[in-house]
């Protein structure tokens, strides 16, 4: 058994690897309207219909493909697993309906068609589960886990919101009538509080995913990573993943919330889509109004009201003698000074600590309003919660106006509205500032991550054991809830690429793949390139391919394909041999291939100080004569050239291979040392299929 450990946090919560024990952790409806798979919405991102043929309705729902959700339990009681209208159980299906504390086979139907938990690992290091912080069942205590198999499949309710009526409308997954099989592998960490987040052993998960390969899923969701990236022969999901690779069982991850910093992105393996996190088009606005009239537009899912104007302070003045100078504007438990803050709004810079415990520590030093402030990491995302008090939160160049206001005057005041939804907002999507990023550390030839999907502010099921702050002291119960995190974002393109499966059943992991991501928009809704969260260009070491726009990605054209075979021969290069003798009878070729050349439909150079030259092969599933013609544009300093730069194909299947040839360039205007980004494409004038570059000039 490996001796790594995951955990399952929330955002501003603490991603942990442990070396010495074994945990990991989860990373945390607009959603399909802004894709354009809701069939009422005409003012989608995305146009509604695919060649005539709405993709929901030729992809049947998702119907008979079984996903299967690793993470925290399930809430079954949600209207979002109803199997109201639902055909028999596939007959394929293998897995059981595990009984346990207030869980039996009653609470599996044929939306839910199997549920499991797993518990050694973690009995191993804490010692029995205790009753009042977890079920020992497949029931969530959390929520997170009700979250990510309802975004990935729920079943379409209407008229439901977040708890003060935010994001009301309808609830449901990308593919609401395929088939959910829940895999509990993550429990609530002893002695502390649900919002601190999971831990989910690399037993338990291994344990996990063993049984989903065997019971039949087609698609595995797997919102879980590590702090730091781990290397293959350490990477529990990854294993597991290349095993149901071997099968042609999708995963996908998330990439983490470990971000803004580079390097940081876990679940690498080219076997595994990885997917960064994103904003919609849905706002929730809620100013802050300031005493000299100044309005500044912040946004929360608070439904709390101010009656008057109150005095206005900053955390940093308002502090018990003793904490430490470089955390004093942070809100941390216990930090500030009752005397000073009772029947004020208090002001808190985001970094440390979870933002609702910041505003839990407001309330308990009796102010009346909290105001969250982003950090610049932050930039303009903002994470929407319903904290105990009247709170808005403002990005990071409001926050310097309102710390501005209050150091210009002598009694500053202000008084904040509760939020209300927007939709429509622009521009959407940016990346989220918590996604993590490339570059690849495990292998900086395979760029990731691979595409972006919405996972900010995202509304869906929620275990009615917990509350939406997660916190000991919230009393609150919703069935909806509204959550933050690249664990949203992985069941989005979970349930997408379950419909790609139920549409063509005979792709293989990696066609769909290359389905994504070759269609996936680089532009957001003002036409303009994807931004980060602080407005400037956002890179493919954020969202990879770009946002994943799934009634493209069902007639992409071409796919750059890859068998089990192809990922061995990858890993005789790109990990230890002992990886491969576990997969007998392959063996290793005296000279194997750089990775560089696995198949993949992007590319990465990460010391570009001669010409390389990379080989690709795409397989025709568009029109059966078509011809393609090649373009790029190349990183700055760099020169591409492919030979052939025309595919002619005559019949549907074909292949045909390319070579292309990637070159540094002399120009004394272009930085060195650093990564620069472009992309290339194949056109038909019908089909335009794209692939992302990074390239690292030293």
């Given at each position: 058994?490996?001796?790594?450990?995951?955990?399952?946090?929330?955002?501003?919560?603490?991603?942990?690897?442990?070396?010495?024990?074994?945990?990991?952790?989860?990373?945390?409806?607009?959603?399909?309207?802004?894709?354009?798979?809701?069939?009422?919405?005409?003012?989608?991102?995305?146009?509604?219909?695919?060649?005539?043929?709405?993709?929901?309705?030729?992809?049947?729902?998702?119907?008979?493909?079984?996903?299967?959700?690793?993470?925290?339990?399930?809430?079954?009681?949600?209207?979002?697993?109803?199997?109201?209208?639902?055909?028999?159980?596939?007959?394929?299906?293998?897995?059981?309906?595990?009984?346990?504390?207030?869980?039996?086979?009653?609470?599996?139907?044929?939306?839910?068609?199997?549920?499991?938990?797993?518990?050694?690992?973690?009995?191993?290091?804490?010692?029995?589960?205790?009753?009042?912080?977890?079920?020992?069942?497949?029931?969530?205590?959390?929520?997170?886990?009700?979250?990510?198999?309802?975004?990935?499949?729920?079943?379409?309710?209407?008229?439901?919101?977040?708890?003060?009526?935010?994001?009301?409308?309808?609830?449901?997954?990308?593919?609401?009538?395929?088939?959910?099989?829940?895999?509990?592998?993550?429990?609530?960490?002893?002695?502390?509080?649900?919002?601190?987040?999971?831990?989910?052993?690399?037993?338990?998960?291994?344990?996990?995913?063993?049984?989903?390969?065997?019971?039949?899923?087609?698609?595995?969701?797997?919102?879980?990573?590590?702090?730091?990236?781990?290397?293959?022969?350490?990477?529990?999901?990854?294993?597991?993943?290349?095993?149901?690779?071997k099968r042609n069982i999708l995963v996908v991850c998330s990439a983490g919330n470990s971000g803004p910093a580079p390097g940081?992105?876990?679940?690498?393996?080219?076997?595994?889509?990885?997917?960064?996190?994103?904003?919609?088009?849905?706002?929730?606005?809620?100013?802050?109004?300031?005493?000299?009239?100044?309005?500044?537009?912040?946004?929360?899912?608070?439904?709390?009201?101010?009656?008057?104007?109150?005095?206005?302070?900053?955390?940093?003045?308002?502090?018990?003698?003793?904490?430490?100078?470089?955390?004093?504007?942070?809100?941390?438990?216990?930090?500030?000074?009752?005397?000073?803050?009772?029947?004020?709004?208090?002001?808190?810079?985001?970094?440390?600590?979870?933002?609702?415990?910041?505003?839990?520590?407001?309330?308990?030093?009796?102010?009346?309003?909290?105001?969250?402030?982003?950090?610049?990491?932050?930039?303009?995302?903002?994470?929407?919660?319903?904290?105990?008090?009247?709170?808005?939160?403002?990005?990071?160049?409001?926050?310097?106006?309102?710390?501005?206001?209050?150091?210009?005057?002598?009694?500053?005041?202000?008084?904040?509205?509760?939020?209300?939804?927007?939709?429509?907002?622009?521009?959407?999507?940016?990346?989220?500032?918590?996604?993590?990023?490339?570059?690849?550390?495990?292998?900086?030839?395979?760029?990731?991550?691979?595409?972006?999907?919405?996972?900010?502010?995202?509304?869906?099921?929620?275990?009615?054991?917990?509350?939406?702050?997660?916190?000991?002291?919230?009393?609150?119960?919703?069935?909806?809830?509204?959550?933050?995190?690249?664990?949203?974002?992985?069941?989005?393109?979970?349930?997408?690429?379950?419909?790609?499966?139920?549409?063509?059943?005979?792709?293989?992991?990696?066609?769909?793949?290359?389905?994504?991501?070759?269609?996936?928009?680089?532009?957001?809704?003002?036409?303009?390139?994807?931004?980060?969260?602080?407005?400037?260009?956002?890179?493919?070491?954020?969202?990879?391919?770009?946002?994943?726009?799934?009634?493209?990605?069902?007639?992409?054209?071409?796919?750059?394909?890859?068998?089990?075979?192809?990922?061995?021969?990858?890993?005789?290069?790109?990990?230890?041999?002992?990886?491969?003798?576990?997969?007998?009878?392959?063996?290793?070729?005296?000279?194997?291939?750089?990775?560089?050349?696995?198949?993949?439909?992007?590319?990465?150079?990460?010391?570009?100080?001669?010409?390389?030259?990379?080989?690709?092969?795409?397989?025709?599933?568009?029109?059966?004569?078509?011809?393609?013609?090649?373009?790029?544009?190349?990183?700055?300093?760099?020169?591409?050239?492919?030979?052939?730069?025309?595919?002619?194909?005559?019949?549907?299947?074909?292949?045909?291979?390319?070579?292309?040839?990637?070159?540094?360039?002399?120009?004394?205007?272009?930085?060195?040392?650093?990564?620069?980004?472009?992309?290339?494409?194949?056109?038909?004038?019908?089909?335009?299929?794209?692939?992302?570059?990074?390239?690292?000039?030293?």
């Amino acid at each position: 058994m490996l001796g790594f450990s995951f955990f399952l946090t929330g955002m501003d919560g603490l991603l942990s690897v442990f070396p010495s024990h074994g945990k990991h952790s989860v990373q945390t409806t607009r959603s399909w309207e802004f894709v354009g798979l809701d069939e009422g919405d005409s003012y989608s991102w995305e146009k509604l219909k695919m060649g005539g043929e709405d993709l929901l309705s030729k992809a049947k729902h998702g119907k008979n493909v079984i996903i299967g959700v690793m993470d925290s339990g399930v809430w079954p009681e949600s209207p979002s697993f109803s199997d109201q209208g639902m055909d028999p159980t596939p007959k394929s299906w293998k897995g059981i309906c595990q009984g346990g504390v207030a869980f039996n086979s009653s609470n599996c139907n044929k939306k839910i068609i199997g549920a499991r938990y797993y518990v050694k690992g973690f009995q191993n290091a804490y010692g029995p589960v205790n009753a009042t912080e977890d079920y020992l069942s497949p029931r969530d205590i959390d929520g997170h886990g009700t979250h990510t198999a309802s975004t990935a499949a729920g079943r379409q309710v209407s008229d439901v919101a977040a708890f003060g009526g935010f994001a009301k409308g309808t609830a449901s997954g990308g593919a609401p009538l395929a088939r959910l099989a829940i895999y509990k592998a993550c429990w609530a960490i002893p002695n502390q509080p649900k919002a601190d987040g999971n831990t989910c052993f690399d037993e338990d998960m291994l344990a996990a995913l063993d049984d989903a390969i065997a019971d039949g899923v087609h698609i595995l969701s797997v919102s879980i990573g590590t702090a730091k990236p781990l290397p293959f022969e350490h990477d529990v999901i990854g294993l597991a993943a290349l095993e149901a690779a071997k099968r042609n069982i999708l995963v996908v991850c998330s990439a983490g919330n470990s971000g803004p910093a580079p390097g940081t992105l876990s679940n690498p393996a080219p076997w595994i889509i990885t997917v960064g996190a994103s904003s919609l088009d849905r706002a929730f606005f809620a100013p802050v109004k300031l005493g000299n009239g100044l309005k500044l537009i912040g946004q929360s899912v608070t439904p709390y009201k101010m009656k008057k104007m109150s005095p206005l302070v900053y955390a940093g003045d308002v502090v018990v003698p003793g904490v430490p100078q470089n955390v004093t504007g942070q809100c941390l438990p216990g930090s500030l000074d009752p005397t000073k803050v009772k029947g004020k709004i208090v002001v808190c810079t985001r970094g440390a600590g979870l933002r609702v415990g910041k505003g839990l520590e407001v309330k308990r030093a009796g102010g009346v309003g909290f105001v969250l402030a982003n950090a610049k990491a932050n930039g303009n995302e903002i994470a929407c919660d319903a904290h105990l008090l009247p709170a808005t939160a403002l990005t990071y160049d409001s926050g310097i106006k309102i710390l501005e206001y209050i150091n210009s005057t002598k009694n500053p005041m202000a008084v904040v509205s509760p939020g209300r939804t927007v939709l429509k907002y622009k521009p959407a999507p940016f990346m989220a500032g918590f996604t993590s990023r490339g570059p690849n550390v495990v292998d900086p030839n395979i760029l990731k991550p691979d595409i972006t999907a919405p996972g900010l502010n995202i509304l869906a099921a929620w275990s009615e054991a917990s509350s939406p702050s997660k916190l000991p002291e919230d009393k609150r119960s919703v069935k909806y809830n509204i959550y933050s995190g690249t664990s949203m974002s992985c069941p989005h393109v979970s349930g997408a690429a379950a419909l790609l499966k139920a549409i063509h059943p005979d792709w293989s992991i990696a066609a769909i793949k290359s389905a994504l991501m070759t269609t996936a928009a680089i532009a957001n809704s003002l036409g303009r390139a994807i931004t980060d969260a602080g407005g400037n260009n956002a890179t493919p070491f954020q969202f990879g391919a770009g946002h994943f726009r799934p009634i493209k990605a069902a007639d992409p054209g071409l796919i750059y394909d890859a068998s089990y075979d192809d990922y061995l021969l990858y890993l005789c290069t790109a990990g230890p041999k002992s990886l491969i003798e576990l997969s007998s009878p392959f063996k290793c070729p005296p000279n194997p291939p750089s990775t560089l050349n696995l198949n993949y439909p992007s590319f990465a150079i990460p010391n570009l100080n001669t010409t390389v030259t990379i080989t690709r092969t795409v397989t025709n599933i568009g029109r059966p004569k078509s011809t393609y013609f090649f373009s790029a544009k190349p990183p700055p300093g760099v020169h591409v050239k492919v030979s052939p730069s025309i595919l002619q194909f005559k019949r549907i299947g074909e292949k045909l291979s390319f070579n292309i040839t990637v070159s540094p360039i002399y120009d004394p205007t272009v930085k060195k040392s650093e990564y620069g980004f472009g992309w290339y494409s194949w056109d038909d004038r019908y089909y335009h299929v794209r692939s992302p570059m990074a390239v690292y000039l030293p």
